[in-house]
């Protein structure tokens, strides 16, 4: 695997470089070090990597800036001595937010996210074929396949807690607590769905109504949800303002 350490300080380089020389569940090839945005910036705009290290403060600027220069749509996992930029990263593919300093331990556990998420999304158009496979009942979707390592898995509606989109795609989060890639849209899906059971609640998440444990009343206008299991993004999950009086009404009937 071809691997990009976004980062400025030489320290925190050889520290991460070291740790990924020792771990075994990601083979690394070859490793791209990238010291500033700029450089970045230049790197992406013609060549690519299988998973990406970002550190957030770089001396020429915020690496957060080098979504807006380039399109990226490579797993990031972001090195920060700061936890405040926790829940703007995850509006990227981001599969963990490791805080300096970070042990060998905590390497291990982001690096078996991404060999998960990894072996549940398949690259080649595979599941675009199995569309077709797609079980329907009047008009909406009943099951929903996708990929399990080297296999295919369908699961059942009433088993799908919620959909959730973050940077490029889309995920199906189970009520056991598995997280797929899913090959569609947010927008597309929910167009596919049973209303009895699935509500679009804002522009990121999709859920059963049977996922909800709570309903949070902030204000008229701020109605927070908590849904089980809670979602890896870690962020809270509130009602798009338009949507509160017909989310309300959806999950009292």
């Keep these: ?26 083979p690394v090839t070859e490793t791209v070090i990238l010291r500033s945005k700029k450089q970045a910036i230049d790197f992406f705009e013609k060549d690519s990597a299988d998973l990406i290290f970002m550190d957030i403060h770089l001396g020429d600027g915020m690496s957060l800036e080098i979504f ?30 490791l805080l300096k300093p970070f042990e060998e331990e905590d390497l291990h556990k982001a690096l078996q996210k991404f060999i998960s998420i990894r072996n549940n999304f398949d690259p080649e158009p ?31 509606e009433h088993n799908t807690a919620y959909f959730f ?12 607590h598995q997280t797929y890639i899913y090959d569609d849209t947010i927008k597309d899906i929910i167009q596919k769905l049973n209303p009895e059971i699935f509500f679009k609640i804002n522009r ?12 949070i009343k902030h204000s008229s206008q701020k109605v927070e949800l908590k849904l089980s299991p809670e979602p890896e993004v870690s962020t809270d999950v509130f009602i798009s303002k338009p949507q509160i009086a017909e989310c309300l009404g959806w999950l009292n009937s």
């Design 68 to 97: 807006e220069q380039v399109e990226l749509f490579t797993p990031v996992i972001f090195i920060t001595a700061f936890d405040e930029y926790a829940m703007r990263v995850f509006r990227h593919f981001t599969i963990d937010y």
């Design 165 to 176: 989109a973050s940077g490029k795609y889309l995920f199906l989060t189970t009520k056991d």
């Design 126 to 156: 595979v599941l675009k074929s199995m569309s077709s496979l797609r079980q329907t009942e009047g008009g909406v979707m009943k099951r929903f396949m996708v990929r399990e390592g080297n296999k295919l898995k369908s699961i059942d």
């Design 204 to 215: 990121k998440f999709i859920v059963n109504k049977n996922a909800v444990t709570e309903i």
């Design 1 to 26: 695997m071809k691997i990009a350490i976004i980062e400025d300080e030489l320290l925190a380089v050889n520290y991460l470089k070291n740790l990924l020389d020792i771990q075994s569940i990601v």
